[in-house]
């Protein structure tokens, strides 16, 4: 079993910058195995994918934060980043983070990851 958590969330002005943490744990997690992906909630909203870095160490991106959000990840430590820049009003939703085993699967979509976070609020103001 492999557990996730979410750290660094909290309030923001808009164009400020946040950093979240991701902290994986379990017997069987390696960073070589596991693909990571975050993703986010509004209030009322579907959850929707943000960006992923595959075990390869492959990117993806939702296109409304390229050029602003940088997901990275520490092998060494577990973690898996996710630096937000320019921060927007409708970037503010709950943050999770997820794993998804090895494989080619997609990463943009949340049925195709094995273990979730509990999430992480980040408020961004006017």
């Known amino acids: 079993q492999v557990h996730v958590v979410e750290s660094g969330g909290g309030s923001v002005q808009a164009g400020g910058s946040l950093m979240l943490s991701c902290a994986a744990s379990g017997r069987t997690f390696s960073s070589s195995r596991y693909s990571m992906g975050w993703f986010r909630q509004a209030p009322e909203k579907e959850r929707e994918f943000v960006a992923a870095i595959r075990w390869n160490g492959d990117t993806y991106y939702l296109d409304s934060v390229k050029g602003r959000f940088t997901i990275s990840r520490d092998n060494a430590e577990r973690t898996v980043y996710l630096h937000m820049n320019s921060l927007k009003l409708e970037d503010t939703a709950v943050y999770y983070c997820?794993?998804?085993?090895?494989?080619?699967?997609?990463?943009?979509?949340?049925?195709?990851?094995?273990?979730w976070g509990q999430g992480t609020q980040v408020t961004v103001s006017s």
């Open positions: 997820a794993a998804q085993l090895k494989s080619l699967r997609s990463l943009t979509s949340a049925g195709f990851y094995d273990s």
